[in-house]
């Protein structure tokens, strides 16, 4: 069962380049009002282009590290919006670290850089979005990675779906990814905060998941992968907001508290809500 998005109230961070652009561009087209914010000043033009397909639309610049930032953004945008009920904290950072060969200075730098962005941003952007959710409900969606996970999809659980998988009996090795320590502990720390949420939100009819993915091409990909070639296998940003959009249409039933992942080189869908494991509202509070 799907639910209609059409003048929903969604604020989407990160939004003037690479996924957050494509989710928001993916929420407008289906008739969602949408906010977005960058610290990027381009995040206005896209504001501009993205009124072509919804009626309301608010663009602010504003770092999502920042508490006064995004509580301003965040009330700016429930005002102008009528309310919020789906929130997309996008907005992240990557930067490669190295235990081995790194400065202590430089290493205490790269964790408040890393950390301020992608755990504390996600944390600042809901909290301060949930208080106008209560009263609707509605949908949380924290951008992770597919670092932290160990397997293929969809999960070790269950392959069975997934016949043409190549890593179907393949388990990926148990460890993290090699120069990644802060950017992977952050997307841990979001998957934490994206867990209680789902415990404490569930009476609230606020589902709340994390959703990570494989390598995506958008500027911060192609900057990583510098001069190498692009690996076959590479996912459209468009593709996987089409994801997202598709996790938020699950409605007031749908899952919640789940770590969604899709895979470079692996079919570009939805895994299935009904695998093992997988916790929907209806579990945690009954049918709404
Ligand atoms: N592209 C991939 O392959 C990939 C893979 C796994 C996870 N991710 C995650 O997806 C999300 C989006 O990544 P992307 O590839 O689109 O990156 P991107 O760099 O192309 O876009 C990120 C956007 O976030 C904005 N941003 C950065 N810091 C900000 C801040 N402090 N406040 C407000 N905005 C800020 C940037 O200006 C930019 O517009 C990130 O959380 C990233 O960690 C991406």
Not at 167 to 181: H, I
Request: aromatic share 6%; proline share 6%; charged share 20%.
């Amino acid at each position: 069962m799907s639910t209609s998005l059409f003048q929903r109230k969604a604020l989407i961070t990160g939004a003037a380049n690479g996924l957050g652009y494509a989710i928001a561009k993916s929420l407008a087209q289906t008739g969602t009002f949408v906010s977005i914010c960058d610290k990027d000043s381009q995040v206005i033009d896209v504001g501009e282009e993205l009124r072509q397909w919804t009626d309301v639309v608010y663009a602010e610049v504003a770092d999502v590290s920042q508490p006064m930032q995004v509580k301003s953004f965040v009330d700016n945008a429930a005002a102008t919006m009528g309310g919020i009920d789906i929130v997309i904290s996008n907005a992240g950072i990557v930067r490669p670290t190295r235990p081995t060969k790194d400065s202590y200075e430089r290493a205490v730098q790269d964790f408040d850089d890393v950390i301020n962005v992608n755990l504390r941003g996600v944390y600042l952007t809901g909290r301060a979005a949930i208080p106008h959710m209560l009263a609707t409900g509605g949908d949380i969606v924290n951008i992770t990675t597919d670092h932290i996970h160990t397997c293929g999809w969809p999960e070790l659980l269950d392959h069975t779906h997934a016949q043409e998988c190549p890593w179907k009996d393949v388990q990926r090795p148990p460890v993290g990814s090699k120069n990644f320590d802060i950017y992977d502990s952050s997307k841990w720390g979001i998957k934490g905060i994206t867990n209680a949420w789902a415990r404490d939100l569930a009476p609230h009819k606020i589902r709340v998941n994390s959703f990570g993915m494989g390598a995506t091409i958008t500027p911060m990909f192609l900057a990583v992968l510098g001069d190498r070639p692009l690996p076959s296998g590479t996912m459209q940003a468009d593709d996987v907001a089409g994801l997202i959009v598709e996790l938020i249409a699950e409605g007031p039933n749908g899952r919640t508290g789940d770590d969604v992942q899709v895979w470079a080189g692996h079919p570009t869908v939805l895994p299935p809500i009904g695998l093992e494991g997988r916790l929907t509202m209806i579990d945690l509070v009954g049918s709404n």
